[in-house]
């Protein structure tokens, strides 16, 4: 048994001058869905080609489901599924001739076609050509090829790009369900913040080569301010009360205040300033801050 599917230590990558990945560290836990953020050109592509064998990392330690990706690469790759870049369907082949294809070549029994079809819910269109599959049929028919032989981690690269929302919605209930039904852990890089704060159940942040933060995805967005919309019957003198005491305060077009940096927990100091003072608090609304607003605080921070 392992603990991390994915562990990284000290890795570094250049190209020319160009150093591209610098004491990177990154461990991702066994049976998690893991998503990797950065902005483009910041290395995701980069790190996920290191950790498939794809590139060799000029320094620092690589393990793959316990194994030295360096040393033990076909044995990784024989336990590992990926789906990076788009994926390469062939149009005038149906569901059932493609994945066969796919057994032959990792030398598997037949019946793993009816088995990743029933997963990915494409079991009633094995015989229709892929040509004629939607975006999102073709993206669960990949998905059902990376999950040939039941690998024990997918990596995937924007699962999600390009898919309407119901194809959407479609990826993200077969991705929570892998790790439950086929012991499968997910390491995925994506763009998609708010698809990922609804998938993830870990996140990790690249930025300068490095991962600057990494956590269970609850642990991270628990530890955000959010902010309380308030509706209250002196405005004016709300506005100046909540100023006073250092709260960072701002009318809305809606004609309420909104309260920015307040822990949810905190709410009720707020409250507890306005009614003392004899305002009258019609509504109090928390919105819980997002995903996207860490990821964008994060990256403009210096």
Known sequence: MISHVIQMSGVCKAFGKHQVIDGLSLAVPEHSIFAFLGNNGEGKSTVIRMITGLLRADRGDIDVLGMD??????????????IVDAPSLYPNLNADEFLRIGCIIKDL????????????????????????????????????????????????????????????????TLLKSLPAVNGTSIFISSHNLAEIEKTATHVALLKGGTVRFQAPIDDLLAQQTGALAIDVGDIARAHQLLSG??????????????????????????????????????????????????????????
């Open 245 to 302: 005491a250092a709260y960072q305060v701002e009318r809305t077009e809606g004609g309420q205040l909104r309260v920015s940096g307040v822990e949810r927990h905190h709410a009720d100091r707020v409250h507890a300033l306005l009614v003392h003072a004899g305002i009258r608090l019609y509504q109090s609304v928390y919105h819980t801050p997002s995903l996207e607003q860490w990821f964008l605080g994060e990256h403009h921070v210096s």
């Open 69 to 82: 990706v360096r040393t033990e690469r076909r044995a990784i790759l024989s336990q590992i599924g990926a």
């Open 109 to 172: 029994a037949p019946t793993e076609v009816g088995r990743v079809l029933e997963l990915v819910k494409l079991e009633k269109t094995r015989g229709r050509l892929i040509g004629k599959f939607s975006l999102g049929m073709k993206q669960r028919l990949a998905i059902a090829h990376a999950l040939l032989g039941s690998p024990r981690l997918l990596i995937m690269d924007e699962p999600t790009n390009g898919l309407d929302p119901e194809g959407t919605l479609d990826i993200r």
